[in-house]
Each structure stands twice: as structure tokens, then as C-alpha cells.
């Protein structure tokens, strides 16, 4: 168990490196010298050049790699091209907006999932059956960000009951938990949590379903066992997978979340990485999809540790 | 790890074979029969032809010239005459460009998959019949493509190379290369340790006999019907490229970019704005309810 968690942990090692040297890559394959990532075009080329040492970029690749390295490091993600501003300042507010809004998304699609999931796996073959499997289809493959809008169309503007726009009044992006802020939130929340809703109801129907053929259900119920006693054991046989699965899905929508935060113009992560892409501020880019990557790798890794602890049936070594 | 071989899964693909071997009419005969017992499927595959047709005879079928725009007739509503579909930003005429719109989003939806169902299939299988550092090297690579969420993939990568098609289509195909390497790999570990393949060897078929006759013709099911679970996903990915301005540019009609361009028009006329979309949606449910309905008439299992 310990040498697993050991090995699981420095196997978490080389991929994050693997990731940086991919992000470091990014404004390598990007048309056009990446010394125009740093400086503006009108610069004169004496200046250009005092820079391209200053950077090390005279110096071979896996030179300028480690130096990267050593910089991203330290928490420096270098400066916007658009703003000069240091991009991991930027990034902080960003990243606590996009972490509030994926995480309700992935609690209602988790609860919403494992409700119509259970009752789908339960009642197997019936209409329930049919009613759950039909809204996880039609909830993998809505264009989320479609969703968004139709949303805004029938709630803003139709009915003018919650706001289209922005995270806060006056298009603040600094969050507090009042309903001023809130209700901000709740149209993209529940357009972001559709996708892990499908996925969670797939998979815990699954999961149900092959729970209830087993025997020891059989023998539950055979002992006279009530029916919510015998639902308490499915649920504990159930949980390990689905809290994994759930786990993943916040990952995704930490990274997904781009196309539904340019729709409501949420102030996240994804609006960030939305402008960079506009202004090709490369290191603004770079340096978003770094750390929302990184977030992802470790938490695969939290996941993989959760599921090995939860879980007495997995042996692990 | 993946290399571990599940040994429920070898002893399904045992069944499979030996039924396979003694069944007279063959495999897809079977496959055929299943799938006409299944309206849901056949509905599905029903419209995805019908829209097949009518953006591939796009020209004879649309009603407008799809970039002939008017100042004019600007964001008509539906039901408006001539335009039964309204117009949009520009008072072009909506119909046409959803019918002309069809043919990039469909494009952009197939090609990659179909690229990364090449690649993914032949690193796949490489790895799963080589064994050892081969494998070794194939699945740590995409173990890396795994740590991005593919919807950040994807706009990593076009997002660097900037906006465009083909740089779309190249993002895409990265997307999903790991993935359907994964698939083809597992698949082929299995497949790999069953008597028949040894059974092969002995008889002193070389190993590229192996794979082309014993292996190919078990895994090429599986991963098929993965691929075509992709399709669906690949749709919503690449039209969301173009609706974020990294894939198809104007004035070319795209279904994720018609949604993007009419984004502003939600408050004058919202459920013109929102069609693009809809198409969308109906096709990548009924790709995604295809894929299923293939899956259960193959009866692969995952």
C-alpha cells in the first residue's frame, strides 16, 4: 500500500514534466519567432536582440527548457503581451472564479447523475430506464455552449429572470457567496453541469446495475433485509467508482469550461484564455494552460489515491 | 496497469472466435439482422443520411446564394416569406447557410476522426503485438496527451498555431489519437495471448501474417465502434473551435461560427440565433445513438 502510494506519486513526476515541456512547446510551434512573444513588433533590433539574450533564446532548446523550467517554478509565468501585467496575478482571480463555477457544476451533474443513474440501473428495462438513458445520450451530446445560449434566450430575455452576463453586478469578477453574485451563477452552473450529468448517469447505471445482479443482493433481500437497507450496501459497493468518476469530471470542467464561460462571459480561466487567443498573447496562453493542466494531473492523482483508499477490494503494490 | 490482461475479456473474445469460426452465414450478415431489429438506430441513420444528402447536393437544394447578403433584410425572423428560416447578420438567407453550413461541420467532424482511427489503430496494435519498450514508449506518450482534458487539447494546440482549418484539423486528430491508441491497445494485449495467435506462430505465419489475418481482423470491430462514439464528440469540438474563432473563418457558413457571428443577435432574434446549434445537436445525438445501436448489434463489450 505505501510502496503503491510512493510509485503513484513519482509516477506523477515524469508527466508533469512531460506537460510542462508540452506547454513550454506550444509557443515554440506557434507561427513566428517566439521572440515576438516577449516584445513588442516596433521594437528596434539592438533591442530585440539584448532581449533574446536576456531570455536565453540564442541558446540551444533543452537549454532554454530548463531555464523556462526553472522560472515557471518560482511562479513566474512571465508578463502579458497585452497588459504587462505577470500573468500568474491574472491568473489567481481567474482560476478561484472557474474552480467556483466547476465545482457546482460537477456537485449538480454528480447529484442529478447518481439520481437518475441509480433509478436507471434499479428499475432496469423500464420506462425510467428509457427516460434516464434518453437525457445522458442527449446530455453528451448537447453543444454546451449552444445550451448556454438557448438558456440566456429563455431566462434573460424571455423571461427576464436571472442575468446573461459577468459573475457579479456591474461586471465585477470579484466573488462573494450573496445571491447578487450568485445568481450569476446559476445559468452557467447548470449549462457547464450537463456534460458530467450524462457521463455520471452512464456510468452509475452501469455500475448499479451490475451491483443488483450479483448474489449478495439476492442473499440481502433472501434475509428479509428492507429495501432501504439493501439500497445502503449498493450504494457503498457504488460509491468508490462513482466519487472517481466525479473526480475526473471536475478535472474537465476545469479545463472545458472555455466554451460556457465565453458565453456568459464569466470571468474565469476560460475568458482569459479566450482573450489571450484574440490578442495571440502567447505567454498569457502558455501560462493558463500550464497550470489548469497541472491541476489536472494532480488531481488524477488525488482521484487514483482516493479510489486505492476508499476501495478494500483494490490491492494495490 | 494496461498491460495487465483482463481475463474475462480473453475469455469473451475466445467465445467470439470459436462462434465466429462455426457460424455458416458470417459475422456482419448477423451484425445486419440485429440492427434492422432496432428503430431507434435505423431512425437515427435515417436522418443522418437525409442530412448527408442534402449538404452534399447543397447547390441544387438551397434555396439563396449562401454569401449573398442584403443591408436590408437584415435578422428576419422565422416564417418570414422567402426566408423561411429568417435571415441573419448579414440578411443572408439562414436555410442555405445552415444547408452549405453542414458541409464544413460534417467535414470537420469525420476527417479527423478518421485520421486519428488510422494513426491511433496502427501505433495501438504496434504496441499491443510488440510488448516491451515499444509499448512501453507508445503508452507513456499518450499518457501525457491524457493529463489535458481534450476540449483544453484541443484549444492548446489550435489556439498556438492560430486560426484555420487545417490547424483545426491537426488539433483535432491529436485530440483523439491517445485515446483510440488506448482502446486498440488493450484490445490487441488481449487478443495477442489467445491460443489461436500462438497457435499461428507455430504454423510459422510471420508476424506480419499474424497481425494482417489474426489480430487486425479481431480489433478492427472494437476500435471501429469506439471511432464512431468520437464522431459525435468530434462534431461538438470542432464546431466549438470555430464558435471560439480558432476554426473556419468568415464568411465561410459553419455551424459552430454561425452560432458565434449570431451570438449578439439573441436579443433581436433569439430563436434565429439559436438554429445553428440545433443542428448541431440533432446530428451529434444521432451519431452518438448510431454508435450505441452498432455497438450492441457488434456486441462489443465497454
Known amino acids: ?317 | 496497469m494496461s498491460s495487465t490482461t483482463p481475463t474475462a475479456a480473453e475469455a469473451e473474445l475466445a467465445v467470439q472466435a470459436r462462434q465466429g469460426a462455426a457460424r455458416s452465414d458470417g459475422y456482419w450478415s448477423g451484425v445486419l439482422k440485429r440492427l434492422k431489429r432496432d428503430p431507434v438506430t435505423l431512425f437515427c441513420l435515417a436522418i443522418l443520411f437525409t442530412m448527408l444528402m442534402v449538404i452534399v447536393f447543397a447547390p441544387f437544394v438551397a434555396p439563396a446564394d449562401p454569401y449573398q447578403g442584403s443591408m436590408i433584410r437584415r435578422l428576419r425572423g422565422l416564417g418570414t416569406p422567402n426566408y423561411p428560416l429568417g435571415t441573419d447578420e448579414l440578411g443572408r438567407d439562414m436555410l442555405t447557410r445552415l444547408i452549405y453550413g453542414g458541409r464544413l461541420s460534417w467535414f470537420m467532424g469525420i476527417v479527423p476522426v478518421i485520421f486519428a482511427f488510422v494513426i491511433g489503430t496502427t501505433l495501438g496494435v504496434l504496441a499491443g503485438f510488440a510488448g516491451g519498450k515499444i509499448n512501453m514508449a507508445i503508452m507513456r506518450v499518450t499518457d501525457v496527451f491524457y493529463a489535458f482534458p481534450s476540449v483544453l487539447l484541443a484549444v492548446a494546440i489550435s489556439g498556438a498555431l492560430g486560426a484555420g482549418i487545417f490547424n483545426a484539423i491537426l488539433a483535432l486528430t491529436m485530440v483523439f489519437v491517445p485515446q483510440i491508441i488506448r482502446v486498440a491497445e488493450s484490445v490487441t494485449t488481449s487478443v495477442r495471448n489467445l491460443d489461436f495467435v500462438d497457435a499461428a506462430r507455430a504454423s510459422g505465419a510471420s508476424a506480419f501474417t499474424i497481425v494482417r489475418v489474426h489480430v487486425l481482423g479481431n480489433v478492427l470491430g472494437p476500435i471501429f465502434v469506439y471511432a464512431t462514439s468520437l464522431i459525435s464528440v468530434c462534431m461538438i469540438l470542432s464546431s466549438g473551435l470555430s464558435f471560439l474563432g480558432l476554426g473556419t473563418k468568415p464568411p465561410e457558413p459553419e455551424w459552430g461560427l454561425m452560432l458565434n457571428t449570431l451570438r449578439t443577435a439573441i436579443y433581436v432574434q433569439p430563436w434565429v440565433a439559436v438554429l445553428p446549434g440545433a443542428c448541431i445537436f440533432v446530428t451529434s445525438i444521432c451519431f452518438n445513438m448510431v454508435s450505441d445501436g452498432l455497438r450492441q448489434a457488434m456486441d462489443v463489450k465497454g
Not at chain 1, 519567432?33 to 533590433?45: F, K
Not at chain 1, 473526480?247 to 464569466?266: D, P, R
Open chain 1, 1 to 317: 500500500m505505501i510502496l503503491y502510494l510512493v510509485r503513484r506519486i513519482l509516477y506523477a513526476v515524469p508527466i508533469a514534466l512531460a506537460v510542462g515541456f508540452f506547454c513550454f512547446m506550444l509557443v515554440q510551434i506557434a507561427p513566428g519567432d517566439p521572440i515576438n512573444a516577449i516584445v513588442p513588433p516596433d521594437a528596434p533590433g539592438d533591442v530585440v536582440e539584448q532581449v533574446r539574450r536576456d531570455y536565453g533564446l540564442d541558446k540551444p532548446l533543452p537549454v532554454q527548457f530548463g531555464l523556462w523550467l526553472m522560472k515557471v517554478v518560482q511562479g513566474d509565468l512571465g508578463r502579458s503581451l497585452a497588459t504587462g501585467r505577470p500573468v500568474w496575478s491574472d491568473l489567481q482571480t481567474a482560476i478561484g472564479n472557474t474552480l467556483t463555477l466547476a465545482v457546482c457544476a460537477a456537485l449538480l451533474g454528480f447529484i442529478i447523475g447518481c439520481i437518475l443513474g441509480g433509478l436507471a440501473g434499479t428499475f432496469r428495462g423500464t420506462i425510467l430506464d428509457r427516460v434516464a438513458t434518453t437525457f445522458a445520450v442527449a446530455g453528451v451530446s448537447v453543444p454546451h455552449y449552444w445550451l448556454g445560449m438557448v438558456m440566456v434566450v429563455i431566462f434573460s430575455v424571455q423571461l427576464n429572470w436571472l442575468p446573461a452576463m459577468g459573475a457579479g453586478p456591474g461586471g465585477s469578477s470579484d466573488w462573494s457567496w450573496n445571491w447578487e453574485h450568485m445568481q450569476h451563477l446559476v445559468l452557467p452552473a447548470i449549462t457547464l453541469s450537463v456534460i458530467p450529468m450524462g457521463i455520471v448517469t452512464r456510468t452509475v447505471r452501469g455500475i448499479v446495475s451490475e451491483i443488483m445482479n450479483q448474489e449478495f443482493v439476492t442473499a440481502l433481500r433472501g434475509k428479509g433485509l428492507r429495501r432501504f437497507d439493501v439500497f445502503l450496501h449498493v450504494v457503498k459497493n457504488a460509491a468508490p467508482n462513482a466519487l472517481a468518476i466525479m473526480g475526473l469530471q471536475l478535472g474537465y470542467l476545469m479545463g472545458g469550461s472555455i466554451l460556457v464561460e465565453t458565453v456568459f462571459s464569466w470571468p474565469g480561466t476560460g475568458l482569459l484564455l479566450n482573450s489571450a487567443i484574440f490578442q495571440r498573447d502567447l505567454p498569457v496562453l502558455q501560462g493558463t494552460i500550464l497550470v489548469l493542466a497541472m491541476f489536472f494531473v494532480a488531481l488524477n492523482l488525488a482521484v487514483d489515491l482516493m479510489q486505492t483508499a476508499l476501495d478494500p477490494r483494490i490491492k494495490r503494490a
